[in-house]
């Protein structure tokens, strides 16, 4: 009997300890799953905010919290849609719709005025070319979804239905509206400017939002939706991109995102957004020859075809990976070699052979100059090497011809290691110390602040003068402002472009003691005999007009802020049987030159 009992008990202690062990592994595969349940929710949320959130280039915190990343255009989340693989982005409409109303139109009455809105995050920052702002989504975002997968979803069947009375299709929604609508038609888009609140939300769960739905389909399984929130189309882009005819993005950048204010000079800078005061001249630059045998015709710059830069914007010549690609370092990229200027009665065959640069030049020297202008014939030269180029322009010279030569340099070139094409193009060049570490082409580097939003420095300038055919010219005019002290440069008869700040230089921070009018080649003695490349019409300066090119109406700036004629106009030319230079006088053309040649010749061997 009692080893009975004592079986029995044995038994149930036993049977107990096997049920602590199940009930006991049980919690414990209940506590992995739910640790591996929790690590996998983990692992799917980090998973999904990688695919959602792209590497910004730039990050700007917002006053509400949020985190705004400006991210490249091309690695928005749009591009991880199979069919997106090798889009190309259209960046502008071929066509906008035309419309009744204007959006800044207000009504007299102040009862019915509004105002103007914006974002936020505006207020600590934009967003640089090439980037789109996007919002940053959080990991508390994505935990307050139902799922990781619903996480930015409406729910389904949450289209307004017009007309349906149905409380099963109203109770499975949920969502109620107020609405007005349209059908029957065929429609192609829609628009409204929408009062803007901040309505009461009770529960988490819930919204409250205005919006436009652009509808296709039944409301069925197959239906189609565009839905969009529009605060405001007032405010533009920053950005714009202008695809030019000849190839060049033209990008309009905001006005105070231009390269000039990465110099560390111009951190707080006030842009001036024109000169003080203007030089008066002799020449009015649409004044044309009676004759002719001497007129001249309007240009442009090619980009203008397809579109021009909104207000408070500049258009910039986007440079691409091979336009550096083709320099001799990334660092000399857009810039001239040293020792480039053309040096008067220099007859130091060193100086010449290791320039490599050759000028077909007039100047003056020997007072204090504040300024240069000149109309110059507009031509296309051939260039031998992609080395070489050939260029016409103005050169405003302070210091010696040494280690601390200043020069602000203006006018038109083709180039193709600079710009990959044989386009002539509008250029501008600054250097403080004789083109050793300062300065740049164009917009390459930080120093020149143009403010005009239509001229493009380093775009095609077309058309161009042709032998014996019609002539173009272009105007230039450089001046130092003097209540600023900042160096001006205009284009043309009404495009004031900008201006080089006067602590960019020593010597013409004060004034310049020389000014050159000419053309300049490169020669880099191709096979060992003089190269080919052509300076001006690529013709010698006795064919004349429609078959040399010219300067005319060349003038200087005097102190006090005047135009007038040069004194004691002086000629060089390193070589006069490859480019050479003559200069002459008269009633319409005032101080003029016709320059170039062709180079290589039987007397240029």
Known sequence: MGAAQFSTGYKMR????????????????LSCAGRLSSSRQKLEVQKHLKRLNKPPIKTIQSPDGDIIDCVHISHQPA???????????????????????????????????????????????????????IRRTKKEDVLRASSVKRYGKKKHRSIPKPRSADPDF??????????????????????????????????????????IWILGGSFGEDLNSIEADTLSNSHYSHVIIEQSPDGDIIDCVHISHQPAF??????????????????EGLFDDNKMSTGSKERT??????????????????P????????????????????????????????????????????AIAYVEGEKFYGAKATINVWEPKIQQPNEFSLSQIWILGGSFGEDLNSIEAGWQ????????????????????????????????????????????????????????SQYDISILVWKDPKEGNWWMQFGNGYVLGYWPSFLFSYLAESASMIEWGGEVVNTEPDGQHTSTQMGSGHFPEEGFGKSSYFRNIQVVDSSNNLKSPKGLGTFTERSNCYDVQIGNNGDWGHYFYYGGPGKNPNCP
């Open 297 to 314: 015709n309007p240009i442009t710059q090619l980009w203008h075809m397809n579109g021009k830069c909104p207000e408070d914007t500049i």
């Open 414 to 469: 083709v180039s193709p290691d600079l710009y990959g094409d044989n386009n002539t193009r509008l250029f501008t060049y600054w250097t403080s110390d004789a083109y050793q570490a300062t300065g740049c082409y164009n917009l390459l580097c930080s120093g020149f602040i143009q403010v005009n939003s239509e001229i493009a420095m380093g775009a095609s300038i077309s058309p161009v003068s042709a032998f014996r055919n």
């Open 14 to 29: 036993k049977l107990e300890a096997v049920l602590f062990l199940v009930c006991l592994w049980c919690l414990i595969s």
């Open 262 to 279: 990465d110099h560390p000079f111009l951190k707080d800078h006030k842009i001036q957004m024109r000169p003080s005061y203007h030089p």
């Open 79 to 133: 591009f991880d849609h199979p069919f997106l693989k090798d889009h190309k982005i259209q960046m502008r409409p071929s066509y906008h719709p035309e419309g009744l109303f204007d959006d800044n139109k207000m009504s007299t009455g102040s009862k019915e005025r509004t105002n103007p809105i914006t974002q936020l995050w505006h207020m600590n920052g934009k967003c640089p070319e090439d980037t789109i702002p």
């Open 316 to 359: 910039i010549r986007r440079t691409k990976k091979e336009d550096v690609l083709r320099a001799s370092s990334v660092k000399r990229y857009g810039k001239k070699k040293h020792r480039s200027i053309p040096k008067p009665r220099s007859a130091d065959p060193d100086f010449m052979n290791e320039s490599g640069h050759q000028h």
């Open 170 to 211: 109203m109770n499975e929604s949920g969502h109620q509206h107020a609405i007005a609508y349209v059908e029957g038609e065929k429609f192609y888009g829609a628009k409204a400017t929408i009062n803007v609140w901040e309505p009461k939300i009770q529960q988490p769960n819930e919204f409250s939002l205005s919006q």
